[in-house]
């Protein structure tokens, strides 16, 4: 019987008979001593191949793997202060399952390589590490809106309609007709809110982002939370206790994740509700101030967010941007006309936007005339605007890209680290 790694640490003593298969991590050979760490999915161990201890096939075995050889092994678990996690297994029995080649990845290898061989760099540990941290994020985010009474739907992913403007669609070829690959699940989403009530769609969303930056893919997974009579107000609320519930819980369970990322636990632990709101008009009159360069109208951009959040320990919310640079789908503010009721959640420590959300213009006329400002095809969006037709509610919703909030939990300098295969305007291989 084989176990789990973790499972050894958790429950193994001292000279208990364990069995482990793995991958070899690393290898030092010493005259009569083999040492070699082996990992697993769930951890990675020390293990002492001694030549007088084990027979001439297990010897020949451990002295001639490379690294990522799979191996199986058995032995008998010791106590060592010096050994990752305090223990060793000293082998009795060692096979190698498969010897392979030499692994091509070492230390010192440029950035574009270790893309190119991605598909074995995911065995890495800071890419296992966040791989798992991912895992976990996603699992609370689903916790929390499952707990609070919502249903996940699946919106579709080829789509006639855009959501998000025209430049970043990605165009495709539907058995002869133009379509597009989807860049949000929001309306469709809008569409379920209508059936269900409160609803959450997770799905990936498609970007052709022309440039490259450390924070934009061309192909991410959103959560799209859509909820039926919520405003604004009741909309950032739920943003924020949805993050905070996420982050405290992350901070409780996964040291050991943070540790190996090398994040800071300080850095997340004021990261509760509520977070600080700043009207977008205060955004601007800021980012001058703290010796930034914007103005009445624009959008905010990474130097612009990094700054307005530079004095803070947990996100911020950013409100009421003027409508003519947002979406045509948000609900312009009664009370400050030229503005929309919706917000951008900004990150600190330059991680930036992770929520995008709004109230949504839920009255038909209001539709009609927003889209004919934004040129939009009013045949591509009729079952849009129909769901203005019949019994239309108030309602609300957002987006939230989970790559950017793990990168923020993790403290990753780039957003690819935080999906294993990245799609970027320059890659789209492994
Ligand atoms: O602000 P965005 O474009 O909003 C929407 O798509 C809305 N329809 C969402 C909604 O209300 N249901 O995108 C929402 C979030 C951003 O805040 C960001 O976290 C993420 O999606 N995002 C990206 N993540 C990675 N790469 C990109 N190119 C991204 N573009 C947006």
Known sequence: M???????????????????????????????????????????????????????????????????????????????????GGMEIQ????????????????????????????????RSRKLTASLKARHHIVNYLREFLNNDGFYEVVPPIITKSECEGGSTLFELDFFGEKAYLSQSGQLYAEALAFSLGKVYAFAPSFRAEKSRTIRHLAEYWHLEP?????????NMELQENMVSYVVQKFLKNHTDLLEELERDPKKLENVKAPFPRMDYQDAVAKVNELGGKM???????????????????????????????????????????GTALCSDLLAPEGHGEVIGGSERIWNLEELETKMKVFGLNPKNHAW???????????????????????????????????IPFPRSISRCYP
């Open 295 to 337: 103005e009445d109208g624009d959008d905010l951009g990474a130097d612009e967010e990094a700054l307005l959040t530079r004095d803070y320990d947990k996100p911020l919310f950013v409100h009421n941007f003027p409508s003519k640079i947002k979406a045509f789908y948000m609900r312009d503010d009664p009370d400050k006309p």
């Open 384 to 418: 849009y605007v129909d769901l203005r037709r019949y019994g239309s509610v108030q309602h609300s919703g957002f987006g939230l890209g989970v790559e950017r909030l793990t990168k923020y939990i993790c403290g990753l300098h780039h957003i690819r680290d935080a």
């Open 91 to 122: 082998v009795s029995e060692f096979k190698t399952v498969w010897r392979g080649e030499p692994f091509p990845i070492s230390k010192d290898l440029s950035e574009e390589f270790l893309l190119d061989v991605r598909h074995l760099w995911l």
């Open 226 to 234: 859509e909820m039926i009579w919520y405003g604004q107000k009741e």
């Open 2 to 84: 084989y176990t789990d790694i973790d499972k050894v640490f958790k429950e193994g003593a001292e000279g208990k008979r364990v069995s482990i298969r793995g991958w070899v991590f690393r290898q030092r050979t010493s005259g009569n001593l083999n040492f070699l760490v082996v990992r697993d999915g769930t951890s990675r161990i020390q293990v002492a191949v001694k030549k007088d201890k084990v027979d001439e096939k297990s010897w020949k075995d451990a002295s001639e793997v490379y690294i990522e050889s799979s191996v199986q092994l058995t032995g008998e678990l010791k106590k060592d202060e010096r050994a990752p």
